[in-house]
């Protein structure tokens, strides 16, 4: 694929992963969490795209999603977070030599996730510290949970569109 149309795609994953992240979210905490698409969207992009593009447009997306749904204090965390966990998805399908198997995608989905839980921890205990950032775990683990299930499903799809298309 050449340059032009993978910079294509990238603007497109990141325009899929805001509106994955910010119109399809679902309310699951009082105070102010939510379920939503974008992390599945996100990972799904990544073994798309590749490391460096598939960070981008998840960097990109998840923080727009931010950006305009009021979260301003997370936009920066939000973009360095999704950034790291596009890159950690892509690892173990580098490291089992460029095979999309189910097993890398597990692999990559859990260890991005867990960049995502640890990544917000972080944030959560600088902006409100540490006992009340951990109020906010178990919403944290169910978007995780979500996003793991989705991004394979998602990706399976995507690997046997491509496949059609050929």
């Known amino acids: 694929m050449n340059r032009s149309k993978r910079i294509a795609l990238c603007a497109m994953m990141a325009a899929l992963t805001f509106c994955a ?3 399809l979210a679902f309310p699951i905490a009082p105070g102010g ?27 990109i997306g998840s923080a727009l999603a931010d950006l305009l749904g009021g979260y301003t ?20 399908y580098r490291l089992l030599v460029h095979k999309q198997t189910l097993v890398a995608r597990l692999l990559g989905a859990v ?4 960049v995502m839980i640890g990544g917000y921890l972080a944030v959560d205990s600088v902006l409100y510290g540490f006992p009340t950032a951990c109020l906010n775990l178990p919403q944290q683990c169910m978007q ?10 998602l990706s399976a799809l995507l690997s046997r569109l491509s496949k ?3």
Request: glycine residues 14%; aromatic residues 14%.
């Open 111 to 114: 260890a991005a996730e867990l």
């Open 144 to 153: 995780a949970v979500f996003g793991i299930i989705l991004s394979v499903l």
């Open 164 to 166: 059609f298309a050929k």
């Open 73 to 92: 204090v997370y936009v920066l965390p939000t973009l360095i977070i999704k950034s790291g966990m596009a890159l950690i998805a892509y690892l173990p």
């Open 33 to 59: 969490g939510y379920l939503n698409f974008g992390d599945g969207v996100l990972l799904a992009g990544t073994w798309l795209l590749g490391p460096v593009l598939g960070s981008l447009s998840a960097g």
């Open 21 to 23: 992240t910010f119109f």
